[in-house]
């Protein structure tokens, strides 16, 4: 089994490591806050205290961070992954980022004789639980294949899209779908309160038909419950639409719907929910 270094222990992060011990593969971890290891250490992960320690000691490396800018600084900055290169090590960015980002990592990869994928992820904490991930992967279709058993561990919907930066292009497709849906399933929770029909009956009619969607589904049952825990911080998602905006003024395309739902997500994080999940665009209605 290969050892597989890890470093980024957010939301999703713990239970996908979590999901690789049980199936068997030693685990190298590094976090900023080293507590939020504890359990997995005790689970019989390692801890290293660089992300160059951790590219030192393992085999592939993934990292599952916030921001473009933190994967920058675990690959580049001092004590990153590269001062800890060695040829024919692995390296795998899940972290929603930009696809010029993924093109430099992978080109640098390169430089040390190490292969580079970009393979971010949808499902939220309950599909990283679950290892019922959506991945979607750019890079070597040949490392792709080489590191499929390990995809297989954390997701059940595998997908190679092409070169370095695909997979992070891909994701983007995934944000948009999602930005606009939930604006709709928000709205049509607003509305059934506001006719005055029971909003669970309401939910139970319609998520079988056309309206169905994977967050009708998981994250409207949260709103009726009144928990706005994060499966997906607001925060990520302004990031990732930030994300897919720019890249579309690159390609000269206008999304108005999607720089809708940015604008009424950075209304919520300027009212305080920038930690809340992505469930609390229904507080936008809130007076």
Known sequence: MKTIGFIGLGVMGRSMVRNLIKNGYPAVLYTRTKAKAGELLREGAEWRDTPREVAEASDVIITMVGYPHDVESVYFGNKGIFEGAGEGKIVIDMTTSTPTLAKKISDEALKYGMAALDAPVSGGDIGAKNGTLSIM??????????????????????????GAGAGQHAKMCNQIAIASNMIGVTEALVYARKAGLDAEKMLESISTGAAG???LSNLIPRVLKEDYSPGFFIKHFI????????????MELELPGLELAQKMYQTLAAKGEEDSGTQALIKYWSK
Not at 137 to 161: C, Q, T
Not at 239 to 250: H, L, N
């Open 137 to 162: 992967a750019g890079g070597s279709e040949k490392i792709f294949n080489e590191v499929r058993s390990i995809f297989s561990v954390l997701g059940n919907n595998i997908v190679f899209h092409g």
């Open 239 to 250: 990031k990732d639409m930030g994300i897919a905006i720019e890249e579309a003024k690159k």
């Open 213 to 215: 969607s994977w967050s």
